[in-house]
C-alpha cells in the first residue's frame, strides 16, 4: 500500500522559509511525476509545484521563485522548499504522486505564515 506522509510544516514569519518533506513508502520512480498541492480555508485546492520522473518541474505563477521542488530517489522523498513566505501561504499542503493507474494523497500538513 502506497503511503506518502509529509513532515516540516509550522509557523513561520513573513519572509522566512520552510521545507517540507513527503516520504513514500515505495520507490519513487514507480510514479510518473510528484507534485504539492495547498489548500487554505473555503478555496480549493491547487496545485502548487510539480516533478516529473526524469526531473522536470513546474510552478504556480504565485510561487515561482519562491518555492523549489526537489527529490531524492535514495531516500524516496520530494521535498518542497520555502523562501521568502508570505501570509498567503498559509495553508494546508498535500503531497500527491501519481503512477499509471492511481493517483495518491498525503494527509496534509500545516503551514501557517504570520507574525
Known amino acids: 500500500q502506497v503511503q506518502l506522509v509529509e513532515s516540516g510544516g509550522g509557523l513561520v514569519h513573513p519572509g522566512g522559509s520552510l521545507r517540507l518533506s513527503c516520504a513514500a513508502s515505495?520507490?519513487?520512480?514507480?510514479?510518473?511525476?510528484m507534485a504539492w498541492y495547498r489548500q487554505s480555508p473555503g478555496k480549493q485546492r491547487v496545485e502548487v509545484a510539480f516533478i516529473t520522473l526524469a526531473g522536470s518541474t513546474r510552478y504556480a505563477d504565485s510561487v515561482k521563485d519562491r518555492f523549489t521542488i526537489s527529490k531524492d530517489n535514495a531516500k524516496n522523498t520530494v521535498y518542497l522548499q520555502m523562501h521568502s513566505l508570505k501570509s498567503e501561504d498559509t495553508a494546508v499542503y498535500y503531497c500527491h504522486a501519481i503512477d499509471r493507474v492511481y493517483t495518491y494523497w498525503g494527509q496534509g500538513i500545516q503551514v501557517t505564515v504570520s507574525s
Open positions: 515505495v520507490n519513487i520512480d514507480d510514479f510518473n511525476g
